[in-house]
C-alpha cells in the first residue's frame, strides 16, 4: 500500500499560480496528476517518471511545470497563468508502470485537492 497525500490547492484569479506537492509514503517509478472538473471526465494533466521524463497536457504546456525531488517521493506541480477551466479536483497519482498511470489506471491515488481559478 503506498499513501499519497495532496497539500497546496486553493482558490486564484485568473492569471495566478499555484503549486500543488504530493508525498508519497515510498517510491514508485511513475507519479503524476490528474483532475476532475464537475460533470466531466477525469483527465490526465502531467507526469514523471524516476528518470525525469515527463508528459503534459496539451492544455496545460508552458503554464504548468512538474518536478520530483531527489528521494523522488515528492512531487510537485507549479501551475502559473491558471485559468478559470483549470478548475476542478487534482488528484496525484503513483504506479510501477508509467503508462498504466497515464491511462489513468495508476494503483495508487490521493483523495484529492481543490482548486479554483475565478475570472
Known amino acids: 500500500q503506498v499513501d499519497l497525500v495532496e497539500s497546496g490547492g486553493g482558490s486564484v484569479q485568473a492569471g495566478g499560480s499555484l503549486t500543488l506537492s504530493c508525498v508519497a509514503s515510498?517510491?514508485?517509478?511513475?507519479m503524476g496528476w490528474f483532475r476532475q472538473a464537475p460533470g466531466e471526465e477525469r483527465e490526465g494533466v502531467a507526469a514523471m517518471d524516476s528518470r525525469d521524463t515527463t508528459v503534459y497536457a496539451d492544455s496545460v504546456k508552458g503554464r504548468f511545470t512538474i518536478s520530483r525531488d531527489s528521494s523522488k517521493t515528492t512531487l510537485a506541480l507549479q501551475m502559473n497563468n491558471l485559468r478559470p477551466n483549470d478548475t476542478g479536483m487534482y488528484y496525484c497519482v503513483a504506479d510501477r508502470f508509467f503508462s498504466a498511470l497515464w491511462a489513468g489506471k495508476g494503483d495508487y491515488w490521493g483523495r484529492g485537492i481543490q482548486v479554483t481559478v475565478s475570472s
Open positions: 515510498k517510491f514508485l517509478y511513475g
